[in-house]
């Protein structure tokens, strides 16, 4: 064999320089809680009871306060709404319907009116005498204590008395206060009766929206509204309280020195008024203002009706008057002492 394909021969190719190994693959660490493992898939199963559980318990916690201060709230109002003045029992608004609405109002406090007929010149509300009245009144008291206007009783020492749910009662007057238009009647065994709750007239804006509740025409229990036109208005109103009045005539009174539904007569009475654009008819005298927290502000006590040219009132023209109930409430205790009926001093 010749030198050139022999491996020692001095001329043949070098072998290739050995090639680095591949770097050992790293291994994967191992999870320090195997999910695979028992237990921790316990510890997760525990870790959320533990976060439902304190929801839950932040749930509960949120609704016990809350009970707890609508419980308060609750017996703030019902104190609040339980209180009354002048000794008068009284009633809030209805729940039943919206606060604050005229159909609340009426639910509320429409249980709380009367249409009152009297008869003068006999002594008597059902006999034939030189008169008849038809008015409104509101009751204050649930054994039957009625506010009303002098006028509507006419000189009567008896009245009958429908209530807003069709009764009827024998009313006694009580006491009058022709000064201030105002008297107190007492329905005959009378109770647990639905009594208003008289405001606060004081308080009152122009503005301020207002609900009237009386008996026009006869048309018991009849609902108007509007706002508070004016205060303190100066209202002048025949003071003799035994001038009869037919049901169909306007309660003549002057107003910034024009008369209105006739002549007043020289015997009058001045006092301050609140103005109303409520509707208001003959019929209405004695009735309820109301505010729209269902309280009494004012009783209905003058309104323009216009002649119609056949003697009949032609109607409202918005253009109404009622007495404060701040009058009402300094009177109370007159009125029930007797006042203007010979049974205690007059005011």
């Known amino acids: 064999m010749s030198d050139q394909y022999r491996d020692d021969a001095p ?120 008169g008849q009245s038809t008015g409104s009144g509101v009751i204050i008291s649930s054994d039957g204590e ?22 009827t009662y024998t009313a006694d007057v009580v006491g009058t206060a022709p000064d201030k238009d105002l008297a107190l009647i007492k329905l005959r065994g009378a109770s ?36 508070v036109s004016a205060v303190d208005r100066d209202v002048t109103v025949p003071k003799e309280s035994e001038q009869p009045r037919q049901s169909d005539q306007g309660w003549p009174f002057e107003f910034g020195g024009r008369q209105f539904n006739g002549d007043a007569g020289e015997s009058t009475t001045t006092y301050k008024a609140i103005q109303t654009d409520a509707p208001l008819n003959p019929g209405n005298s004695g009735g309820a203002l109301i505010d729209m927290q269902g309280r009494i502000i004012g ?10 040219g056949s003697g009949s009132a032609a109607g409202s023209v918005g253009l109404g008057f009622a007495i404060p109930v701040d009058t009402v409430k300094s009177t109370l205790d007159d009125l029930r002492a007797g006042a203007g009926t010979g049974a205690g001093a007059g005011v």
């Open 146 to 167: 009625i506010i009303t206007n002098s006028h509507v009783l006419a000189g009567a020492k008896t009245a009958q008395v429908r209530l807003n749910s069709g009764k």
């Open 192 to 227: 647990g009766l639905k009594a208003a709750q008289l405001g606060d007239s004081g308080s009152l804006r122009v503005g301020d929206q207002v609900v009237a509740i009386g008996s026009p025409e006869g048309l018991t229990g009849t609902v108007t509204s509007g706002i």
């Open 11 to 130: 001329h043949s190719v070098p072998p290739p320089p050995p090639y680095a190994p591949w770097p050992p693959r790293p291994e994967p660490e191992p999870l320090s809680e195997p999910l695979s493992e028992p237990g921790s898939r316990a510890r997760a199963r525990k870790k959320a009871r533990g976060s439902i559980a304190l929801l839950v318990a932040v749930a509960i916690g949120a609704a016990t306060v809350g009970g707890a201060a609508s419980t308060v709230l609750g017996q703030l109002t019902d104190d609040r709404a339980g209180r009354t003045s002048a000794g008068v029992q009284g009633t809030n608004v209805s729940t039943g319907r919206a606060t604050g609405s005229v159909a609340g109002v009426v639910e509320a406090v429409a249980p709380s009116t009367v249409e009152i007929r009297a008869v003068s010149g006999t002594g008597t509300g059902t006999g034939t005498g030189t």
């Open 299 to 308: 009783i209905n006590s003058a309104m323009y009706a216009p002649g119609n």
